[in-house]
């Protein structure tokens, strides 16, 4: 499974490693090309694994600051474009199930099946806020809804590939929705289209 989300906040941890300005375009082009990171996969019931330079930061890319610094860094052309040929060799055969804010609309356009995920601006708060504490992270439900919307409004208006569902994805609201409930939703989808 591709991640892309990750490649954005390992970028802005990266930055914050070498102390590069967020808004400093091109040395954020320079990082995003040449990152040193690794995805190590653990048992089958462990999480993914991801090593920047390294270090272990599977837990640190997920942090409202990281995920914050990540849409401002995101929003860059050239840092998006340095990323989009890597998050392209994720696919291979049999297939990729990739997340993310640009997957069906420039990542994968000629995707087999786009599900535009959704789900409110306080669900999706709430589901973070319960993440974050269930990892041991300290978490303010407030400050998250807030980081969440202003993400939201950040990515629906960029510039460059903005956060919208392709013209062809299926829109899916979760936000009544329990995981099994979701990822059945959308394995229907792939059974009717012939997907495994």
């Avoid at 199930?97 to 999706?124: C, H, N, W």
């Avoid at 400050?143 to 569902?165: G, Y």
Wanted: charged share 30%.
């Amino acid at each position: 499974m591709l991640d892309s989300g990750a490649l954005y906040r390992l970028t802005a941890l990266a930055a914050r490693h070498h102390g590069v300005s967020l808004d400093d375009t091109e040395a954020l082009e320079v990082l995003a090309a040449h990152l040193d990171v690794k995805f190590v996969a653990g048992e089958a019931d462990q999480e993914l694994q991801i090593v920047l330079e390294g270090e272990e930061v599977t837990l640190a890319i997920r942090t409202e600051e990281v995920g914050n610094d990540a849409s401002v860094v995101a929003a860059q052309g050239p840092v998006r474009e340095a990323l989009l040929s890597r998050q392209r060799d994720f696919a291979q055969a049999p297939g990729l199930v990739a997340d993310g804010r640009d997957m069906g609309t420039v990542v994968f356009p000629d995707a087999s099946l786009k599900i535009y995920l959704d789900a409110s601006a306080q669900e999706r708060a709430r589901r973070r806020y319960n993440q974050l504490i269930s990892k041991g992270l300290g978490a303010s439900l407030e400050l998250i809804l807030d980081d969440i919307r202003a993400r939201d409004e950040r990515d629906m208006n960029r510039a460059v590939a903005p956060l919208k569902p392709a013209p062809e994805a299926i829109i899916l609201d979760t936000t009544k929705m329990t995981i099994d409930e979701v990822l059945l939703a959308v394995l229907d989808e792939a059974r009717h289209r012939g997907l495994r």
